[in-house]
Nanobody, 120 residues
Framework: VQLQASGGGLVQPGGFLRLSCAAS????????MGWYRQAPGKQRELVAY???????NYADFVKGRFTISRDNAGNTTYLQMNSLKPEDTAVYYC???????????????WGQGTQVTVSS
């Protein structure tokens, strides 16, 4: 299972970015797709996740600014980030909780991370 994240970059405060994460490989089902972030000197923290049912959950510090979604095929997740702040600067990692065969156990897979820098 591989996760390819993209869409990071440098943006001014108040700007926006859209992150994408595509899952590939031998995947039977994906239950949850999510995004974490890690700023320098800080612990990795959950940003948002979306379940296969469409239910979403957001960290308080992004509510109203970020939107997580997934495509109809269910293998790609997006994180629309609006009204970005300098404190949003971090490496953003996508994750999936997926199984690779029928009745198989769910495992969490991580992408390689994409840098988001919010600065004027």
């Amino acid at each position: 299972v591989q996760l390819q994240a993209s869409g990071g970059g440098l943006v001014q405060p108040g700007g926006f970015l859209r992150l994408s994460c595509a899952a590939s490989g031998t995947i039977f089902s994906i239950n949850v797709m999510g995004w974490y972030r890690q700023a320098p000197g800080k612990q990795r923290e959950l940003v948002a996740y979306i379940r296969s049912t469409g239910t979403t959950n957001y960290a308080d510090f992004v509510k109203g600014r970020f939107t997580i979604s997934r495509d109809n095929a269910g293998n790609t997740t997006y994180l629309q980030m609006n009204s970005l702040k300098p404190e949003d600067t971090a490496v953003y990692y996508c994750t999936i909780d997926a199984s690779t065969n029928v009745g198989g156990k769910m495992y969490r897979y991580w992408g390689q991370g994409t840098q988001v820098t919010v600065s004027s």
